[in-house]
């Protein structure tokens, strides 16, 4: 059974930068593709950024340009790094893998962000 749990969410001011990890056990981490999604009060969750087991990564336009998606091997964790932030941004995010071996979906509980002055 994997789990996924992501941390470093927190209040920004506009323009600021947070940093979201994302703590994966109970599976092969190498071989899969992990995903960050965000989703704000009253509206539908969202792909924010992919990235694959070779760390090819894509990435929502809303975000182009001011976050980037890494991973860590070694630690088992997947990064979501968000420069120049703004209020939009608001939301709590979500760390997903879909097993490759298992085709099971994994999800983390969410880290809330809130950009605010």
């Known amino acids: 059974q994997a789990e996924l749990v992501e941390s470093g969410g927190g209040l920004v001011q506009p323009g600021g930068s947070l940093r979201l990890s994302c703590a994966v056990s109970g599976l092969v981490f190498d071989i899969n593709t992990f995903e960050w999604y965000r989703q704000a009060p009253w509206k539908e969750r969202e792909l924010v950024a992919t990235?694959?087991?070779?760390?090819?990564?894509n990435y929502a336009d809303s975000v182009k340009g001011r976050f980037t998606i890494s991973r860590d091997n070694a630690k088992t964790t997947v990064y979501l790094q968000m420069n120049a932030l703004k209020p939009e941004d608001t939301a709590r995010y979500y760390c997903h893998v879909r097993s490759l071996i298992t085709n099971e979906e994994y999800w983390g509980p969410g880290t809330q962000v809130t950009v605010s002055s």
């Open positions: 990235i694959a087991h070779d760390g090819g990564s």
